[in-house]
């Protein structure tokens, strides 16, 4: 039973458009959500975070959109850039041991 | 410099063995995890630690194995009942926030 649902396993985006990653879950006790950022063969860098509270999170190029009704989370770049290439993994948190629970992540493609 | 260090980056080990693999950090960090990732998987939960001496199951705790004596040192052992060991597993901690900071992992492979 998956939580954290990343339905796109790719996107393909040209230089300087943005790019929107999108997240869903079904966990009503999620409160605490977090974007990674990871190549292969590399650890997940952190990249973003929002709380339940908030329904907007912006650093930079990147900007996290929260609907808790739709229980859908989002990430735009913008612009997008070519070494933004990378595995993007959404993430929640719902207890007090702050275990992530993460998605499958989606494969960003940006082209020059 | 501080940060998270898992040693080796690469490991190789026949079928039957126990495998530890090394997680340190020098952050100050209480809370520890391990995470296995398998292709077109996200990363699942093992163990974690919130501090010294104790520690929790995480999601698919089966076959696996840790102690947290130091601080610093979050070693995950491998066992022979874990039935599909190879994978890359990752090492995070965690400060006072939510954000946990993750360890360039090491790639196990078992034959």
């Known amino acids: 039973d998956q939580q954290v649902k990343q339905n796109s396993p790719s996107l393909s985006v040209q230089e300087g458009r943005i790019s929107i990653l999108n997240c869903d879950y079904t966990n009503s006790m999620f409160d605490y959500f977090l974007w990674y950022k990871k190549y292969p063969a590399e650890g997940p860098t952190f990249l973003i975070s929002i709380s339940s509270i908030k329904d907007k999170n912006e650093d930079g190029r990147f900007t996290v959109f929260l609907n808790k009704s739709a229980k859908h989370l989002s990430l735009h770049i913008v612009p997008s850039q070519p070494g933004d290439s990378a595995v993007y993994f959404c993430a929640a948190i719902g207890d007090s041991n702050y275990k992530l629970t993460f998605g499958k992540g989606t494969l960003l493609t940006v082209n020059p | 410099d501080g940060g998270i260090t898992q040693s080796p980056k690469y490991l190789f080990r026949k079928e039957g063995q126990n495998v530890t693999l090394s997680c340190e950090q020098n952050l100050n960090h209480d809370a520890m995890y391990w995470y296995r990732q398998d292709p077109g998987q996200g990363l699942r939960l093992i163990y974690y630690s919130q501090i010294v001496n104790d520690f929790q199951k995480g999601d698919i705790a089966e076959g696996y194995s840790v102690s947290r004596e130091k601080k610093e040192s979050f070693p995950l052992t491998v066992t022979s009942a874990q039935k599909n060991p190879t994978a890359f597993y990752l090492c995070?901690?965690?400060?006072?926030?939510?954000?946990?900071?993750f360890g360039p992992g090491t790639r196990l492979t078992v034959t």
């Open positions: 995070a901690s965690r400060d006072t926030g939510y954000e946990q900071y």
